[in-house]
Every structure is written in C-alpha cells, then in structure tokens.
C-alpha cells in the first residue's frame, strides 16, 4: 500500500454510532442533560422535585387570590382560611376602586413605566452599541465606571435624585418621575455584551456600502437584536412598574401617584384589611401577567440565546 492511498484512504471510526432509532430506544441524548440524569427514574425525580417547588412558589400566590376573594371577617378567620365561612365575594375588589382613584393610579403607572422602558432601551442601547463598537479616548475607564456603579443601590441616590429635581423644579411632575428611573447600568452592561456576540462581517459589509454608525445601529444591530430588546424592555417595565421608593418620594400629589403608591396610601388611611389588601395587590399584579403571558416567548427566547441565563 502507497503512501497516497493512505493519505486518500477515509480514517475508520473507532466507535460506530449508533443509528438514531437504537439511540432512541437505549434513550442516548447527544446534547446537555437539563435533568438529573437520562435514565427515566432520574427524570421523574427531577419532574417530581420541580413540582414541589412549583407548589411551593404558588401556595403564597393562591392563598393571595384566594383572600382577595374573601369578605374581612373571613380573611382574618384562621379556621376557615382556605375556604370562606360566608362564601367567596368580591367586596374586597369593589371597595380598594370605591375609596381610591384606581383607573387613574394604574393609568399613571402604564404611562411611567412605558416612559421608563422607551428611554431605558433607547439609551442603554446606543450606550451598548457605542462602547461595542467604537473607540474613543477614556472608553475603558467610562465603562469601568459604569460596571462600578451597577454595586450601588438605588436607595443610596434618592437624597442626590430628589435635590436634582429640586434644582430643575420638577418635584410633582411626570418627568421627576421618569427620568431618574431611566438610569441602568446593568442594561448598558447587557447590551454592550450582546452586541459584542454579533458578527462584525455584517458590520463591515455594511461599511462597504456606505453606511455610517447610524445607519448600522438602526438598520442593522437592532434588527438583529430584537429578542434580547425585549427582554430588556420587559424587565425595565417591570421594575419601573413595582417602583414604590422613587415615586412615593418624588410627588405628593394624588393625581400623579403610580398604582403601588396609591394603594398604600388607601391601605394607610382606612387601616390594615387584609381582603382590601389582597385584593389591591392582585390588581397590581394582573397588568404583569398579562405582559408576561402576551410577550414570554421573547423572554424565553433573549435568555436562552443571549447568556441571560448564566450560560
């Protein structure tokens, strides 16, 4: 045998794979096991162990629905506490929108939060984009600062926040709200990061054809990174719709009250009821499922592409 045959001669494989109906059947997976094992005991430990967990983590959110749905002498009955001596009703829900401006607090609160969110995602960004993909004098020590600063927490700038406002007169307005929530670090982090993962050829064919900064951010990064900009959207509107701090110290006036500070102020002027309570947090709660239920294939989707979840 030549020297040439066994250059062209194909290498023999030292195992055979198995074909893919005999892998299915010995049940060979080729990717990570997420479970605890590829066995089918193993899986159904691992399914029965994340159902207690499921349970656990949703017993404190039916036993809030279930009180919301009680009347106040059943809600502090211990005997009957998970089902009401005198029935379930809705007194809890009719009271919380009778005493308080309720549409109006959860209008306040949509329109802060999307706000919040635009010019969140907006700035993070093109902060994000800039820091990936351009050079300028001080860029590491400026984005040293900002990973520096996602350490300090929030509660820690709310006297510098409220003089700021002080010094612009914009105490009791929309924008003393808005505007210090806008402030994310970490989201500029993420961002940078994420455009860093995409392929710099798309970048320098488009600088081929003439295209500026501009034109690449706009026509040619965004486009590419949708999911992980609503990832970041969603979890920006979440934040800026649970915000309680911020716009409780920012305002006084009831008609710009976000929903969480609205509903203390009921809970604090007509006493602890645990129904009216319940009920109020419930109203909170429901406008973040629907935008979860509406928009977690892109959650999903930003955390399993984009390293969100530790990968």
């Known amino acids: 045998m030549t020297s040439a045959d066994l250059r062209t ?49 949703l017993l404190p959110m039916a036993w809030a629905v279930f009180t919301a749905f009680k009347s106040e002498q059943d809600a502090s009955d211990p005997v009957h506490w998970i089902w ?49 993909r351009t050079v300028f004098r001080g860029r590491r020590v400026l984005f040293a600062l900002i990973v520096a600063s996602v350490l300090v927490p929030p509660q820690m700038l709310i006297v510098p926040w409220f003089r700021q406002m002080l010094t612009l007169d914009l105490v009791d307005t929309y924008a003393a709200v808005i505007l210090p929530q806008t402030v994310a670090p970490v989201m500029v982090f993420i961002l940078k990061k994420h455009f860093d993962t995409l392929p710099r050829e798309l970048e320098e064919a488009a600088r081929l054809d003439g295209a500026g900064h501009a034109r690449i951010f706009w026509s040619v990064m965004l486009p590419l990174s949708r999911p992980m900009l609503a990832a970041v959207a969603i979890f920006v509107f979440i934040g800026a719709w649970n915000n309680f701090l911020w716009p409780f110290v920012s ?33 909170a709660a429901l406008p973040l499922v629907l935008v979860f239920v509406f928009f977690q294939r892109h959650i999903v989707k930003s955390v399993a592409t984009t390293g969100l979840g530790g990968q």
Do not use: C, H
Not at 84 to 108: C, H, K, S, Y
Not at 257 to 277: C, R, S
């Open 9 to 57: 001669r194909p290498a023999r494989p030292t195992v055979s794979p198995l074909p893919a109906a005999r892998r299915a059947r010995r049940g060979v997976q080729l990717g990570p096991n997420l479970t605890l094992g590829a066995s089918r005991t193993a899986r159904s430990l691992a399914l029965a162990a994340l159902a207690v967990l499921a349970v656990v983590w």
């Open 84 to 132: 009401p001596q005198a029935g379930f009703t809705l007194d809890g829900f009719r009271t919380v929108i009778e005493r308080g401006d309720l549409p109006l607090w959860m209008w306040n609160g949509v329109f802060v939060s999307a706000a919040v969110t635009v010019v969140t995602v907006a700035v993070s960004a093109a902060a994000g984009y800039a820091f990936s």
């Open 251 to 283: 305002t006084s006036d009831p008609a710009l009250m976000t929903l969480p500070v609205g509903i203390t102020a009921v809970k604090d002027a007509y006493g602890v009821n645990y129904a009216q309570t319940m009920a109020s947090s419930v109203l």
